[in-house]
């Protein structure tokens, strides 16, 4: 191994109580939400194709129109408990919030820029107001911070001179400060969530961003952050240059998930997911493909099964409401997850064969395996392969809690014989499982 001094500390995923619940909520909502919900993707008559956040990088967006558009933000029917019940109601445990995107617009008053919420007409700050109605439904914040300024005088994306590099020291006091800030409003965030660290001016220091984690965490024990913030000191980003995660869990899921579990190398992970094929900000006009709620759930549940968490984005409007699609996804999402959160919440990897009918899911610690249905055979009967060792005593249907019988097919292996093939929604089975020697016959003849 390489010797390296900013590197991963750590081996092995973190077992402390601030992280064993971040990984047990399993399921969280994105909001982006800033200024770029004024244009939505729109300029001048004209349709921006690309991420309606990043519309300032537009060549028909010129940078001093954009960066006057504080001046119109004024979100009048922003309503925090609203936003808070409906994401209570889809059965999101977590919610990460943008502070301040690409473009630096801060949604807080923050005492280091001008360029924040204060100067805006609504002029009050929005993070308070959500973290607390949030907070009293039982949802944890955390805190999406963009390392990029495109607002900030001494930001560069790479340092070419002293001059650069002066300029290059203030801005990272100047991130240290905002931070250091956010912490001491808002003492009960649980993490943040760092973007927009993949210049250069940014790689090149792993030494300042490893500083950077340990100040936070002393600030605020227990704080979870992810592996983008982090570089080590050859510039190696998310893993250091021996391999190994830096930062508290993966966060280079964007937009994709992990096909399998070797692909998440025993790392705590999480993934990030726009209802849109790329839309994190409002777009007024959503192009393309817009995920349904039975993609969204087989991308949560799948997200589980690798012992992973999942967080979908929504995209308030510039005067706070929500579009309708995703109201709809929202409660279509609630209803599933009314009925079924159990196998999600405080799930794990179960260690099972994975079969083509959908996926299995271990209640963290238990020997319950959750099977969550999404490709019903034609025949309707489910194969079930047990690990080694692994003995089931019980199978039952989630809706309704009906037991079913399942037929021993040889060695460990099972059909489990489902009484009706028709389903709209992911279909859960509960199967109760034992340490044994996986006899060579079928024992939950013997169990019944
Ligand atoms: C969470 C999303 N991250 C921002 C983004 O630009 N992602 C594109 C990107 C993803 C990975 C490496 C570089 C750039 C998007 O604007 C969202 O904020």
Redesign the pocket.
């Known amino acids: 191994t390489i010797a390296l001094k900013h590197g991963a500390h750590r081996m092995g995923n973190r077992t402390d109580a601030d992280m064993v619940r971040w990984r047990s909520l399993r399921f969280g909502q ?1 909001i ?1 939400w800033g200024l770029y919900a004024i244009p939505a993707g729109e300029w001048n008559g004209k349709t921006y194709n690309g ?1 309606a ?2 519309i300032r990088s537009w060549k028909e967006m010129p940078h001093k129109a954009y960066d006057q558009l504080y001046r119109q933000f004024n979100p009048v029917n922003f309503n925090p408990q609203q936003w808070a019940a409906q994401a209570k109601a889809m059965g999101a445990k977590y919610m990460i919030i ?1 502070t301040k ?2 473009d630096g617009f801060c949604l807080w008053p923050s005492k280091y820029s001008k360029y924040t919420i204060a100067a805006s007409p609504w002029k009050k700050d929005l993070l308070g107001p959500m973290i607390d109605a949030y907070n009293k439904a039982g949802i944890d914040v955390h805190l ?1 911070f ?1 390392i990029i300024d495109w607002n900030h005088p001494d930001y560069r994306a790479s340092l070419k001179n002293a001059a650069d590099s002066a300029a290059g020291k203030r801005f990272q006091v100047f991130v240290k400060n905002q931070l250091a800030e956010l912490l001491q409003r808002y003492p009960t965030i649980k993490g943040f ?1 760092f ?2 660290t ?1 210049d250069d001016s940014w790689k090149n220091d792993g030494a300042f961003s490893d500083e950077l984690e340990q100040y936070l965490q002393a600030l605020h024990p227990g704080l979870v952050m992810g592996s983008r913030l982090r570089a080590d000191e050859k510039g190696a980003r998310h893993f250091d240059s021996n391999g190994r995660l830096m930062g508290d869990y993966e966060q ?1 899921w ?2 994709k998930l992990p096909a399998t579990i070797a692909d998440v190398h025993g790392n705590d992970w999480e993934a ?1 997911m726009t209802v849109p094929e790329n839309q ?2 409002y777009h007024a006009k959503w192009m393309g493909h817009v995920k349904t709620v039975n993609e969204i759930l087989e991308m949560l549940v799948k997200s589980v099964s690798l012992n992973g968490n999942f967080v979908l ?1 929504f995209g308030p409007k510039a005067d706070g409401t929500y579009r309708a699609e995703e109201q709809q996804l929202a409660a279509g999402i609630g209803e599933w997850m009314k009925v079924n959160g159990a196998a999600v919440y405080d799930g794990t990897y179960a260690g099972f064969e994975k079969q083509d009918w959908g996926y299995y899911i271990r209640k963290s610690g238990t020997d319950s395996v959750y099977m969550v249905v999404f490709n019903m055979p034609v025949s309707g009967s489910l194969r079930v392969k047990l690990p080694a060792r692994t003995e089931l005593t019980g199978v039952s249907m989630m809706q309704g809690n009906v037991a079913l019988a399942p037929e021993w097919i040889g060695r460990n292996e099972y059909f489990i014989h489902l009484p009706n093939k028709q389903q709209e929604s992911p279909m859960v089975i509960l199967l109760k499982t034992v340490k044994g020697e996986n006899k060579d016959k079928g024992n939950v003849e013997k169990a019944r």
């Open positions: 994105f982006h991420a956040e990043w943008t995107h690409h999406y963009s969530w973007d927009g993949w280079g964007e937009r990030v994190w900000g984005n």
